[in-house]
Every structure is written in C-alpha cells, then in structure tokens.
C-alpha cells in the first residue's frame, strides 16, 4: 500500500477563505507522474527523486533542484510534478516532447540545477475545445491518446475537455424516453462531424455511424478518464443543452421547441432547442448526467452551450422577451445539470459572446447568468486574440467585467480547423493573461488556457502558452526564444535569431483566423479574407531558418520544423504563380495561363513530396486513424470519406474551411483540382469533389533522400517568380 499523509489546501471560496483538509495519495501521485516520465525518457525516470508538496492558495507548486547528480523534483499534483521535470528537462537538458517528435539529451548524470519553486497563479489550466474532437481527434486509438495526455501532463494541464462517447450517453438516454434505435441513429453525424452536433449546430449530417462505433467510443473514453483522473485532472464531461431530435419532438407535439439555422445547412440537418420553461429540461439533463456518471463515475464539471453561433430564438415581434428568456435558458441549464449532481460546475464557452457581440451586450449576458449561483459556472473565454485582431472590439472580458463575478479562465484559439501554416501574435500569448492577472476582475480568474480547433501545427505557441499557465508576470520573448531554440533545436546559432526575429514581425506577428493558399481554395475567398503570410519578411526568415541547417541537422525537430516553414515559402510560390494564371484567365491570355499553372502544379509537386518526410502533415496519417476503426472494408471506407469529407468540403458553407497543407492531399486533390478549373470553364467542381471523396485509396510518392538539402535547393531555384 502506497503511504498516505494528510495535506492542508487552502481553497478559495466567493464566500471567503476556507481551509480543507484533503487526504492525499502520496504514493500514487508519485507513481502516476513517474509513469509519465518514464514513457517520455525510459527508465532514467527511476533515477528522479519525486516528492509531493501541499498547493499553495488552491493552485498548484512545483519546485526543482538538482545537486551532485540527484535530482528531485516536487509538485502538489502530477501535473505540476510533470511540468516541473518538463521544465528541468528543457531548460537543463537542452530537450523537447512535442506532437512532431522529440528532442532528447538524457546525460548520465543530471547536471546540477539551482532550486526553483513556481506557484501557478491559476487553479486551473485548461485544454482542448469542443471542436478539437472534430480537427484532430476524431479517429484517434488509445495509443495516440496516451501520448496526448502524457504531453498535457508535461504542458501542466489539470483541466481537459473530455468529450469522447458523449452519443453513447445520449444514445442511451433517448431510447429511455422511447425513441427507437433507427430514430437515435439518424440524430447523429459522422464521427468527424460530432463536435458540432454536441453544439446543436448540426443533425445527420454524413451519418448514421456504424453499429460498432458507440462502444468502441465507450471503451476508449473509460481510457481515457481513468488516466486523465490518476493524473489529477479534472475531466471536463458533457451535459444536455436543450437539443431534442426530431423523433422526440414528433413523439410529443405539445412541446414547443425552436428551430436552429447554422452554417448553410438545408432545415433537416438543423437542430430543435426546448424552450426554458419546458420541465422535460430538467428531466432530460438529469437523465444525462445520471447516465454519464452511472457509466464514468461522479465528475465536477460539465459544459453546456445552447447558442454557439446561433441566434437565441426571440420573438421578432416581442423583443423585450430577450432578457427574460436569456434569464430563463441560463436557470434551466444550471438547474438540468444540477438535478443530476447537485455539486456539479456548468462550464460554457464564451467564444459566442464575442463572435456575436452585437447580440450579447452587457444586459443579455448578465440576464443569461443571473440566475446561476456564481461558484456554480466557469466561463471560458475561449479566443483572446479575436477582440483585436479579427473582432476590432474591446476585450470581452473588460466589455462584461470579469463575467459579473463568474468563474472564467483566461484563454486562447490559436488554430481554426487544423490549418497548418504558422500564425498567432507570440507578443499577446507572452503577455495578455498577465494583464488580466493585474486587472479589477482577477478575483474571479481561476485558469488559464489554450482551446485550439485542431493541433499537431504552431508547435511554437503551445510550448509558451503552457508556460504562461505557471506566470504572473509577462514573458521576455528574447530570452524565451532563445531558451525554446536550445530546448527544440540544441543551439540557437546567429541565423536562427535572425530568423526569429524576422518570423515575430511576420508569421509570428500578426494572426490569421483563416490562413490558406488561393491553390487551396481553387478561386479567392470572398466571405472569408484569410490568406497566408507572404510578408517579405517571413520570405527571409525561411531562408535564414534553413541556413542553419548545417550546425542543427542533426535535430529532428529542426528538421520537421524546416521542411514546414519550406513548405510555406513554395506555397507562397506557387500561389503568386497560379494567381498569375488566374489573372490570364480572365484577360483570356492562354500561354500565360498554360505556362503559369504548370509552374504552379510544379512547385506543388515539389511540397507535396517534400512533406512526405514530415511526422504530421500527411493525409495517409488522418485516411490510417480513420480507417482503423472499420471490421469491414464498407465501413472503412464510411470512416475514410467521412475523415476526407472534414478537411475538404466539410458541408454547409464551410468548404475548404479546414484546408491542411498536406502530402497526398495536395497531390491528389489539390493539384487535379486547379489543373481542372484551369482547363475547363464548365468544371463541375463539387461533383468532382464529392467523387474524391468517396473514392477509398490514393497515389503514393517516395520521400526525397535528404528533404532538408531538397527543400533548400527548392527555396533557392523557387526564389524569383520571373516568367
């Protein structure tokens, strides 16, 4: 039997200070954070002394020190254990564990290490969103998960969204209120799809999902939650939010529900929300929460959202019913989940109060919340880079002050849709929580976090928002940078400096919701102006990234990292060619057309065989995860189309929405697809689209025998755009 000793934590309350008394499993804290180190570097984690400390004012502390080759490592938790030796192992080791790969130096003897102690100004660090589970997760086995949640445990994450085998839950209970199996069955999407059906954006849509499919979920999420709990986290699970499928609602023609309309979709992939006052609210959210718990054991927090990007359904004629009925919604969601556990937390995603500001002004949000107790709601205000750099609006959470007294954690969506060129404002991540922490409505700031829509892309950002979940105080990037060079890299020659400093003034210095090449989306995007950053400045910084690569070849991250920003260049490339092609389209100039678009497909060609090196940015990688999940080859396929579906036409408005820069993808749906738009003006273009989709396999290609040389030769003959 583990030792068992008695901690105290001084937990914060909104009714003062009290001090709890907590029983804590020494031994297992110790054994769980062990396990992690020891999948990360092997057994050299048995030669760590680890040791649990009490938390610090409700949140979490870790302290290292390392003398005469003994290291310890201290933390109140397995994440900060984790995130202490993390710290250790970056900073003393020169090391890196990042989605793309590894970066490890593991001496024989741990080099000495001054004593640090680091308290989190935060309760929580919060991971993942909703539609996460749609980007990147979707067709994940547990092998990749065991790595995602090792990775969250160095990154110090104690505050997962968990999602996984939520239709199992909900399956289970709509056959209690009578529905049959055919009538759950078409309430759902495709797996890829289901983030935005648990929103009630979306119904049927791809679907239905194979028999099997529910309890293989059930399985895995039983995986997941069990080690997401022995690493102390606090599993965010799903509640009902008031959608009802259309068999309920023909089952009962008294009720009165309102019809939902989001992105572009026809009515009958639409959702039904129940009104607030429906009493079938609170009794099917009790059923959700019961059945959840029943199958996955008592949980704290649950997330409800009823209007992601929807419109609340007020009465065009009776607009002074908006405050009451917002009054109404937030009572009956609290009051569903808390029927079903009475010590349950509502979380909701506060991405809609800024995406549709116009909407939530002060009085609708403080109408929607007045009726929940405020240590019964945490608020995740999901996208602090919106306000200023997509919205033009004051920060939401100084527009409705700190939430009126709500729990909110202080977060970032770095990423729409899985995109993968680099993007984000590094100075606003190394500062912006830091300026909430010293504002008026910190007292009920309890997190921090990054809520991603895919990952696996912009490694650079995540290594410092992680960081950020355990700083008070703004970081200095130069230092940070340097570090993260040496971590990632091994060195941080002169080059790479300047290349930096180059990347923060362009990729790195501005932020692009919707970052994608014209080539990707066949003719420019007029609803949705994004487009890659083709700024000189990054032009130079690719090539001074890749002037290094004599002295850092040698690192494997460096060299994904290469081959990446290669990529971006000969994009940029071949979409100042193929716009050239484009542009002697319309002024029916056909040899420059010609001779434009064959130099675009050329370049593209090139990237394409150039990412087959890279750990990541293949489609043969998404087709594999997705087809893994199928007993036969028609469901294979199902589970292949409906994982090509996402990342290509999606559905509704959203074509091209998740568009990745991919091996494969662009050799065999990318390029056909310019080269057929070019060549034929009558191109039936979504028939065409949808017939790739459905159609299992593709072509393959050989890796080049030294990509980073090859990207190098690429970047230097690609480097004029002279015809």
Request: charged share 25%; proline share 5%; glycine share 8%.
């Amino acid at each position: 039997m583990y030792k068992k000793i008695i901690l105290f934590f001084i937990l914060a309350s909104w009714n003062g200070i009290n001090v709890e008394a907590r029983q804590v499993d020494v031994g297992s804290i110790t054994a769980s954070s062990r396990n992690v180190i020891r999948r990360t570097i092997g057994n050299r984690a048995d030669a760590i002394d680890l040791q649990v400390v009490p938390s610090e004012n409700g949140t979490d502390v870790y302290e290292i020190e390392a003398r005469g080759g003994v290291l310890t490592v201290r933390g109140s938790s397995p994440s900060a254990i984790c995130s202490g030796f993390y710290e250790y192992l970056r900073k003393a080791c020169k090391s890196m564990v990042s989605w793309s790969g590894s970066n490890l130096h593991i001496p024989l003897k741990w080099p000495d290490y001054s004593k640090v102690k680091v308290v989190s100004p935060y309760r929580y660090r919060y991971y993942l969103n909703v539609v996460t589970f749609g980007y990147t997760t979707p067709y994940w086995d547990w092998a990749r998960w065991e790595k995602e949640l090792d990775w969250m445990a160095l990154h110090g994450v104690n505050l997962p969204l968990a999602t996984v085998a939520s239709e199992t839950i909900a399956a289970r209970v709509w056959k209690k209120l009578g529905l049959s199996n055919k009538e759950t069955d078409a309430f759902f999407t495709g797996p890829a799809h289901l983030p935005w059906h648990r929103m009630g954006n979306l119904n049927k849509w791809d679907g239905p999902v194979p028999s099997d499919w529910h309890k293989d979920q059930l399985d895995l999420q039983h995986k997941i939650l069990k080690r997401m709990r022995e690493l102390g986290m606090n599993p965010v699970a799903p509640a009902f939010a008031g959608f009802v499928p259309e068999g309920f609602k023909k089952k009962h023609p008294e009720l009165h529900v309102n019809a939902l309309k989001w992105g572009g979709f026809p009515a009958e992939y639409n959702a039904y929300v129940l009104s607030p006052g429906s009493p079938w609210f609170k009794t099917i959210g009790k059923m959700f929460v019961e059945e959840w718990e029943k199958e996955f054991g008592k949980n704290t927090f649950y997330l409800s959202d009823s209007f992601n990007e929807m419109d609340v359904p007020v009465p065009k004629d009776h607009p002074e019913q908006k405050y009451p009925l917002l009054a109404g919604y937030g009572e009956s969601i609290y009051n569903s989940i808390k029927a079903g556990n009475p010590d349950a937390v509502w979380v909701t995603q506060g991405w809609t109060f800024g995406y549709q500001h116009k909407f939530w002004d002060q009085r609708s949000l403080q109408a929607m919340l007045s009726k929940v107790p405020d240590d019964r709601m945490l608020i995740l205000d999901l996208a602090n880079e919106y306000p200023e750099y997509v919205w033009k609006i004051p920060m939401v959470w100084k527009t409705h002050q700190g939430f009126y007294g709500k729990q909110w954690i202080y977060s970032f969506v770095p990423n729409f849709g899985g995109k993968t060129p680099w993007t984000g404002v590094l100075s606003l991540y190394a500062s912006g929580s830091a300026e909430a922490l010293k504002s008026p409505f910190s007292k009920n700031l309890v997190g921090f976090g990054s809520a991603p829509e895919g990952i696996e892309n912009n490694e650079v950002v995540y290594e410092l928002l992680a960081d950020m979940g355990w700083k008070r105080d703004a970081v200095d990037l130069d230092k940070w940078l340097d570090e993260y060079c040496r971590s990632r890299y091994g060195a941080y020659p002169d080059k790479m400096k300047l290349a930096w400093e180059q990347l923060r003034k362009s990729a790195y210095g501005s932020f692009g919701s919707y970052p994608r090449f014209l080539w990707q989306l066949v003719v420019p995007d007029t609803r949705r102006k994004g487009s890659v950053n083709s700024d000189s400045l990054f032009m130079r910084s690719a090539e001074n990234f890749l002037d290094c690569s004599e002295e850092l070849k040698a690192s494997k991250l460096y060299q994904n990292d290469a081959i990446e920003i290669a990529m971006l260049y000969l994009g940029v490339r071949a979409d100042q060619w193929y716009s050239r092609a484009l542009k002697a389209d319309a002024q029916n100039d056909q040899t420059v057309k010609r001779k434009a678009g064959e130099k675009a497909v050329e370049i593209l060609y090139q990237i394409d065989r150039l990412l087959e090196s890279h750990p990541n940015n293949r489609l043969q990688t998404w087709v594999d995860y997705a087809r893994s999940h199928g007993k036969t080859e028609e469901e294979k396929n199902y589970y292949e189309a409906n994982a090509k579906r996402l990342i290509t036409t999606w559905g509704g408005v959203q074509n091209d929405y998740a568009a990745r820069i991919w091996s494969g993808l662009i050799r065999d749906y990318y390029i056909p697809r310019i080269q057929k738009h070019l060549a034929n003006a009558g191109f039936r273009r979504l028939d065409w689209e949808e017939k790739w989709i459905k159609t299992p396999g593709g072509s393959r290609v050989e890796p080049f025998d030294d990509p980073i040389q090859k990207a190098k030769e690429l970047v230097a003959a690609y480097g004029s755009i002279e015809l």
